[in-house]
């Protein structure tokens, strides 16, 4: 499985406010540009604390990308991934319509009425760890389903423990022109963090976008 994380922080490095509420830190170009990603993916993302902020859609914006996947022979829009530990995410959350397949990564400690829950609404519920989603396992449980291009679009817990997995190839990065602050915001990288054997990442390159900065990394496994 290749893995590419892509997030957008503001030039202190916030994903979003201490309250946790969505930020547009992208621009309009920058916003294409993630949709071109999540085209190009056999699925996208996010942690279930993203879910419960944003509920978020993670769809296709443009029709002709859409297009473009059928004639591959592949489905409109790329499957959407939970990662939701004992299922908070919500049954009527848009993560889970029918716009597209939604699987829900669990751990053994999800409680069988919520699993039936989301079942219900229409997700895949794959489980993997006990009482946090073990993520290794997790992803392989994906490739399984024919998932090889995971894009993951946050939050800053799930890019942390991805990267303390090990399991991320790609990095890509657009800093926005504005200030959040705020020591409680959440950052693109939160978790316990790395104080030591820091994840190496090797900058592939630099683009301006919007009125905003795009970083690409490529991550080293040394
Ligand atoms: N600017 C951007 O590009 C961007 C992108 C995405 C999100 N955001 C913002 O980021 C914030 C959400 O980020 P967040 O860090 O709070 O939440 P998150 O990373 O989306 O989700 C974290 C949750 O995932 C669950 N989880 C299950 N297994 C895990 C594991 N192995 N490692 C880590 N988490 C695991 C945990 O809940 P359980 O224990 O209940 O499973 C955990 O609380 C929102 O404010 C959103 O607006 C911004
Ligand atoms: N690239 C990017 N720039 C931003 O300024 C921003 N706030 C996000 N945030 C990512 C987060 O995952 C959002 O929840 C989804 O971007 C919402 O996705 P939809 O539009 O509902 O498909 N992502």
């Not at 294409?32 to 978020?56: I, K, M, N, Q």
């Not at 790609?170 to 978790?191: F, K, M, N, Q, W």
């Amino acid at each position: 499985m290749h893995v590419v994380v892509n997030a957008a922080v503001s030039a202190d490095g916030k994903l979003s406010t201490r309250r946790h509420e969505q930020v547009r830190i992208s621009g309009p170009d920058d916003f294409d540009r993630v949709d071109r990603l999540r085209a190009e993916s056999d699925a996208v993302l996010v942690g279930v604390g993203t879910v419960l902020a944003d509920d978020p859609h993670l769809t296709l914006d443009d029709p002709d990308r859409r297009a473009n996947r059928e004639r591959r022979g592949e489905e409109p829009t790329p499957a959407r991934v939970v990662v939701d530990s004992t299922g908070r995410t919500p049954t009527d959350a848009r993560i889970l319509d029918d716009a597209a397949t939604t699987y829900v990564l669990a751990a053994e400690a999800i409680a069988d009425e919520r699993r039936a829950a989301l079942e219900s609404a229409g997700a895949e519920v794959l489980v993997a760890g006990e009482e946090r989603v073990a993520l290794a396992a997790a992803l392989d449980a994906l490739e399984d389903e024919g998932i090889e291009a995971l894009m993951v679009e946050g939050g800053g817990e799930i890019i942390f423990s991805l990267f303390e997995a090990g399991l991320v190839d790609e990095l890509s990065v657009y800093v926005g022109s504005l200030l959040i602050g705020g020591r409680d915001a959440p950052t693109l990288a939160d978790g316990e963090g790395f104080v030591e054997s820091f994840p190496s990442l090797s900058l592939r390159d630099v683009s301006r976008i919007d009125d905003g900065v795009l970083l690409r990394y490529d991550v080293g496994t040394e």
